[in-house]
């Protein structure tokens, strides 16, 4: 079963605001999709860990690949976009060859407090 598609999360408020946005592109196997537009943000179709670092700098944030019982979870790299979009931080998600499987929308708000509870837990805290 393919698991190709568009996440949607919203707040659980009065306004139901968005809360994030999650593109995972799941085909390993196909590496010439065809979208009817431009993507956003001056994003390809096909992107790899060095593109995405050459194209946004370093990341703010980043968690390693890991193994939980057979499945592999992989690299994960937020970035701040830039300027018009700074205010949006996206998190790229790669397999384990380092080609992009999944890209992750959030307010740059919530990827600097990520961004802090990954700090605190690489120095010892809770």
């Not at 968690?63 to 790229?92: H, K, R, S």
């Not at 999944?102 to 708000?109: G, K, L, N, S």
Request: glycine fraction near 4%; charged fraction near 20%.
């Amino acid at each position: 079963m393919k698991r190709e598609g568009v996440f949607l999360s919203f707040f659980n408020n009065q306004d139901k605001n968005l809360k994030e946005v999650a593109l995972r592109l799941e085909d390993e196997n196909k590496t010439d999709w065809l979208f009817p537009n431009l993507l956003p943000f001056g994003l390809e179709p096909v992107m790899t860990q060095r593109w995405v670092r050459n194209r946004f700098g370093h990341p703010i944030t980043y968690v390693a690949a890991n193994v939980i019982m057979t499945i592999y979870v992989g690299v994960e790299q937020t970035y701040i976009l830039p300027t018009p979009n700074q205010n949006i931080a996206a998190a790229f998600s790669y397999n384990n060859v380092l080609f992009v499987n999944r890209i992750t929308f959030i307010p740059v708000e919530r990827a600097k407090e990520i961004q802090s509870a990954l700090e605190k837990k690489r120095l010892g805290g809770k």
